[in-house]
């Protein structure tokens, strides 16, 4: 199973929390793993840290999703943009694999 974000409120992230207390204070011989996954609710940021360096206005490298991101390049003529955005502007459009670590060096606002 891959990793997963979704935004939840305070009182929804309350909610979750009270449960889990209340599973692990119980018999459920479950213990460890819901206060493991308590400490991961309450340690953790609420939403991930992204960052994308831009170079003379292209993406060169991106770092901290957990998700692959979608590059939208508006750079260009209309007949060298061979993608349309949701709003219907012509771009070129690709995608960037998730990245944990160290941002990769080698340019990713590539030319399609």
């Known amino acids: 199973m891959s990793d997963t974000w979704i935004k939840v409120s305070e009182s929804e992230r309350a909610l979750v929390l009270d449960a889990l207390f209340a599973i692990a204070r119980g018999k459920s011989g479950l213990g460890s793993r819901v206060a493991a996954l308590v400490h991961r ?5 609420q939403h991930p840290d992204i960052t994308i360096g831009v170079h003379g206005g292209q993406v060169q490298w991106t ?5 692959p991101i979608r590059i ?7 007949e060298d943009l061979p993608d349309v955005d949701e709003r219907g502007q012509p771009c070129r459009i690709w995608f960037e694999p998730c990245e944990i670590g160290e941002p990769d060096q080698r340019p990713t606002g590539r030319k399609r």
Do not use: K, Q, S
């Not at 609710?41 to 940021?45: E, F, G, I, N």
């Open 63 to 67: 770092l901290g999703h957990t998700f």
């Open 41 to 45: 609710l309450t340690v953790r940021p």
């Open 72 to 78: 939208c390049d508006y750079d260009g003529d209309v």
